[in-house]
């Protein structure tokens, strides 16, 4: 028997409806199932996944080999099985209740050997809601680098290796991590191989969330996510050279594995568990986080992460709770905005300014108004008017000109002021009628209210909402000879629309009948 140009590994355990799928996607190939050698491991499931595998082993006996065990506990092992049983040039895994798409595997052999790579990438997208890091697939490049790269985000083990650098490196999965064990066995390929490419321009590789969500990066638990992040950084430390190199790969692990450790959920486990993770996560940031991943994190992980290192477990509890929440307390210096994060000019931390600049967020803040009144009254010209009244818990608004606050109707921008009141600011838009009947289409319609503000060199827009139903009656308006009804009210998403309708004869006639219907008195 030839030498198939690349082998698919599938470590089976539990993956019904998916797996018949995945099969498919793989049998149905244009590389030819001639070139192509499916080696699957059935880790003991129990829902009909190995006897499925038997049915393609049967059905087609020259590519599909199934190999049994009894359930190992995760896919580290049945992967490390089934290299062992590998004879293509390249191997290529793929997650059981995952598929790809029909040209993948001859396009990335193609790619492999045209380039002479040792590692190609292609292109993954997510299914059902599943995330998959998309950076490194922003185009099609013969060669990228592990440590000036988006690479490191994308450590999945989905992806073509030539199987001679995986055996003249003994590579295989780490058996001992439940979760993320694919990830030096990819890390370590990338930094061995003499070549690393991506394929940006097809969908090789769709990544299913199961409807269920019981795919392992879905369902590991707490503790388990915990020593996956103290394993990959220990992997990342004993293979890569203390320098900018090692800090570009442990820059992903502690912005991803350590720093998500530290989410909202963080705060529902039992204090004594919360003390033993920030232990721990201390431990992490004290030996390996450097002031070159610092500098290169993302604001809110870096301030997780410096906290956790630096305060007391109440800090970071206090911390995680404010992230969580509304933007706390800013000072306003000049044009920036520092938010009063645990930490803000703490002599004890010595933490800087810059660590809790929030300026580019101040547009999105201050957009958010709360629609506290609707109602009738007259301009300053003395038209009949649509007032507006909303309220902004942000003091800070009050401070923008009556220019940098626009309240609108559709196309239509109201006359609006802006005042301190209450525990902030208090927000006034007027709408003449006359002007809100202008521009409805003929045949009426129905508008949401929008706010746009414009801080800081930064401008949003959101719809102005109310946290309880607020209403104007319905009036009567003419403009020219045709006459509406202008109803101003709230919708099912909680914000304020206005509702225009054309009074016709027939709609009057309608109306009439159902005040007076036929027969009545």
């Known amino acids: 028997m030839s030498q198939p140009d690349v082998t ?111 590692v190609v990438l292609g292109r993954m997208i997510g299914t059902n809601k599943r995330y998959v890091h998309q950076a490194v697939y922003a185009s099609t490049s013969e060669r990228v ?32 991590m439940a979760m993320g064990s694919d990830q030096p066995f990819t890390l370590e390929a990338c930094y061995r191989a003499r070549k690393v490419s991506v394929l940006a321009d097809y969908e090789f590789y769709y990544a299913v969330k199961r409807d269920n969500a019981q795919n392992i990066t879905y369902a590991s638990r707490f503790e388990e996510r915990l020593r996956c992040a103290e394993e990959l950084v220990g992997f990342v430390v004993g ?106 000019r703490d002599p004890a931390l010595g933490y800087p300014d810059e660590w809790y600049d929030v300026t580019e967020k101040a547009a999105k803040v201050l957009v958010k108004l709360t629609a506290t009144r609707l109602g009738w009254g007259r301009d300053s010209t003395g038209a009949l008017a649509l007032t507006v009244t909303a309220q902004s818990p942000r003091p800070e608004l009050a401070e923008l000109t009556a220019a940098a606050v626009r309240v609108s109707v559709g196309e239509l921008t109201g006359v609006t002021s802006v005042a301190p009141g209450g525990p902030g600011t208090v927000v006034r838009t007027d709408f003449t009628v006359d002007r809100l009947l202008a521009v409805v289409a003929a045949n009426g319609e129905r508008r949401v209210v929008r706010v746009e503000v414009t801080a800081l060199g930064a401008t949003a827009s959101a719809p102005l909402r109310t946290g309880r139903r607020v209403a104007a009656p319905r009036r009567l308006a003419r403009h020219g000879v045709r006459f509406h009804l202008v109803t101003p009210t709230t919708n099912h998403k909680g914000q304020v629309i206005v509702a225009i309708t054309p009074v016709t004869p027939r709609r009057l006639l309608a109306r009439l009948r159902r005040i007076w219907p036929s027969g009545g008195k």
């Not at 190992?72 to 293509?88: K, M």
């Open 145 to 176: 680098d592990l440590f000036d790269s988006d690479l490191p985000w994308s450590l999945s083990n989905t992806k073509l290796f030539r199987r001679d650098l995986i055996e003249r490196y003994g590579l295989r999965f780490r058996t001992d």
């Open 239 to 344: 293979l890569i050279e203390p320098g900018p190199r090692r800090d570009a790969v442990l820059l992903r692990h502690f912005s991803w594995e350590v720093a998500k450790l530290l989410r909202p959920e963080f705060l529902t486990l039992a204090p004594d568990v919360q003390q033993h993770v920030h232990d721990r996560v201390r431990k992490l940031t004290e030996a390996y986080l450097t002031d070159g991943i610092i500098a290169r994190m993302a604001a809110d992980l870096r301030l997780r992460l410096v906290v956790a290192r630096d305060a007391d477990l109440d800090r970071l509890r206090e911390l995680i709770a404010q992230q969580d929440a509304a933007l706390p307390e800013v000072t306003v210096s000049g044009d920036r905005w520092y938010a009063h994060y645990v930490g803000f």
């Open 8 to 118: 698919v590994v599938v470590a089976v355990y539990n993956t019904m409806p998916y797996l018949t799928r995945c099969l498919d996607s793989l049998v149905g190939q244009t590389i030819g199932r001639d070139r192509l050698e499916v080696v699957a491991v059935d880790d003991g499931s129990t829902d009909g996944s190995g006897a499925e595998l038997d049915r393609y082993a049967e059905r087609y006996p020259e590519t599909v080999r199934v190999l049994h065990q009894a359930n190992s506990g995760g896919p580290a092992a049945p992967s490390n099985l089934a290299l062992d049983h590998a004879r293509g040039r390249y191997v290529f895994f793929i997650g059981s209740d995952d598929h790809l798409g029909p040209e993948a595997l001859e396009r990335l052999v193609d790619a492999a050997d045209r380039w002479e790579s040792d």
